[in-house]
């Protein structure tokens, strides 16, 4: 990976695994990661959306993971990473990365994973999460050539940055159970890393 991408992604955990050709980016809440060398990028989603998006012929993708839309009021002391929660600034983000590497707009391909309904009640905020990413990459004029969204599980995915290749997992629901957990807690303290390191565990 070319050092500018080393630096800036240099907070992202980064494993081996034996299944994969590539190092696997393992992404948490409110964080992204792309890459113009071959990586797999790996995320585990409850309610939370992640893009996956990529420029074919750029040779440049990468992922997001965000778990609201967008920002309800002012927030003017978001800094980017923090900022990364809202689909709004995580989008710009990842969008802006690729760009930035030789890609181009008019080339991206999307693919949308997520926004399942794991907590009880009646308000689903994972449908809302989900409609808010498909509707946004159509008025953006990149409209998701895949998508896995709702149900009532939660998702593992792995995404190959080369090939836009996407390995999912459905999980079960005492895994789901460990994801509310998870969410509610980085909700309520909307830190960059609300639980590192228990993402990988499920």
């Known amino acids: 990976m070319p050092q500018s991408s080393t630096m800036e992604f240099g907070h992202i955990r980064r494993m081996k695994d034996i299944r994969f050709p590539h190092e696997v980016a393992v992404i948490l809440p409110g964080e992204y990661f792309l890459s113009e060398t071959p990586m797999v990028v790996y995320t585990v989603l409850g309610s939370c959306i992640s893009v996956c998006l990529r420029d074919p012929q750029a040779g440049v993708g990468g992922m997001n993971h965000f778990m609201l839309a967008a920002p309800s009021g002012s927030h003017d002391n ?65 409209p998701a050539v895949k998508a896995d969204v709702g149900d009532v599980c939660p998702r593992k995915v792995y995404y190959f940055t080369n090939t836009g290749k996407v390995l999912m997992k459905k999980l079960d629901r005492v895994q789901s ?26």
């Open 78 to 142: 978001d800094n980017w990473s923090e900022s990364g929660r809202y689909g709004s600034y995580a989008m710009e983000m990842l969008i802006n990365g690729i760009l930035n590497r030789g890609g181009h707009r008019k080339r991206l391909e999307a693919k949308v994973f997520g926004g399942g309904k794991i907590y009880d009640g009646s308000m689903d905020v994972g449908a809302k999460n989900a409609a808010w990413a498909l509707d946004y990459l159509q008025q953006e004029g990149m």
């Open 177 to 202: 159970q460990k994801i509310v957990q998870q969410e509610r807690q980085y909700e309520s303290t909307l830190k960059k890393e609300p639980v590192a390191g228990e993402v990988t565990l499920f």
